[in-house]
């Protein structure tokens, strides 16, 4: 049995993807930055702190308002999306 995603996975990973790519488009180049580190090279804690020059708590703050920031982006990219389709 295989364990590789089927293409109905593969087609909701890439559109996510691109909803992700979508809502960072109008990020800061802070975010932009905090994007890249966390979740592009998957640094956390005292690396990304480092990466950043500041503090691990602070750099957890940024991470989180980066979340909250993405989130929301989304949110509002599917609502638009949504109100496209039915016209």
Do not use: Q
């Not at 593969?10 to 994007?35: F, Q």
């Not at 991470?63 to 039915?86: C, D, F, Q």
């Amino acid at each position: 049995m295989s364990h590789e995603p089927g293409p109905d996975t593969l087609a909701a990973r890439t559109e996510l993807a691109d909803l992700i790519a979508e809502a960072a488009g109008g990020l800061s180049d802070r975010d932009r930055t905090i994007l890249e580190l966390a979740y592009h090279h998957g640094l956390d804690g005292s690396d990304l702190a480092d990466a950043l020059g500041v503090s691990p708590s602070k750099a957890t703050k940024m991470v989180y308002r980066l979340r909250e920031t993405i989130k929301h982006s989304l949110g509002a990219l599917l609502v638009s999306r949504r109100a496209r389709r039915t016209g």
